[in-house]
């Protein structure tokens, strides 16, 4: 089947896209208001930009025009936590993504309990397995629609006791909660484990003459 781009709408543009670019991960993003007020939403338009500086990178949309709430507080006050959700938190973070007007915390309406940042203003969820505090480094503006591409400098990590094994994260124990298209959500499948490239010849995988 061929599709040219521009034949989509911009409805149908966004189920391609979101049911091609899979797994996604997820962040959970908190963010504080001007006012003070924790908001909570998920984020799969996320991924890692640069390791010096460690650096992240989510993509918020807008809402009829208007920025999220979790855009403007990033704007607002220039911090924001990259929480890590597990496959545990799939109901929390499925309702996390409902509309609530910026006065309400939706921390608060799930029941979610948070502790405070160590490097930055807004807390953190309690009940993850990651969270990455980040200080607001580029707000890129996309599209006609005026996405906001909001990358954050990692200030600091909290990464559960024994997640952390050898300098690597055992995934295993991690058990990512992955986006898929629409809403529909994984958990991490089989895992794959290949010879790491630098010990991998240019002839393996090659057709034996
Ligand atoms: C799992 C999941 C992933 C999402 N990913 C994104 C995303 O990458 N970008 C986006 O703009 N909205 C995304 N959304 C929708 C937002 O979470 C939703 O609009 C939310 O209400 C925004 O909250 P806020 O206004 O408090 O910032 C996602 C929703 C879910 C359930």
Redesign the pocket.
């Known amino acids: 089947m061929q599709i040219a781009a521009d034949e989509l709408d911009t409805e149908a543009t966004y189920k391609l896209l979101t049911g091609l670019v899979v797994p996604r991960p997820?962040a959970w993003v908190t963010t504080c208001s001007p006012e003070g007020v924790t908001?909570?939403?998920?984020?799969?338009?996320?991924t890692f930009v640069s390791n010096r500086p460690p650096m992240v990178g989510?993509?918020?949309?807008r809402?009829a025009g208007v920025l999220?709430?979790?855009?403007r507080n990033i704007l607002a006050t220039g911090e924001f936590v990259v929480n890590v959700p597990d496959e545990t938190l799939v109901e929390a973070?499925?309702l996390?993504?409902?509309?609530?007007g910026p006065e309400e915390s939706?921390v608060e309406r799930l029941g979610l309990a948070t502790l405070p940042g160590e490097a930055v203003r807004v807390p953190r969820l309690a009940g993850v397995p990651a969270s990455l505090e980040c200080r607001l480094a580029h707000a890129i503006t996309f599209g006609q629609g005026g996405?906001q591409f909001l990358v954050g400098e990692v200030l600091h990590y909290h990464v559960r006791d024994g997640l952390l094994v050898d300098g690597k994260i055992d995934t295993r124990r991690l058990a990512p909660l992955c986006?898929l298209g629409g809403p529909n959500?994984a958990r991490l499948g089989e895992v794959v484990t290949m010879r790491p490239i630098a010990q991998a010849s240019k002839n393996d995988g090659a057709p034996i003459p």
């Open positions: 997820i908001n909570l939403a998920p984020f799969s338009a996320f989510i993509s918020v949309g809402k999220k709430d979790t855009a973070v499925h996390s993504a409902i509309e609530y939706e996405s986006r959500y």
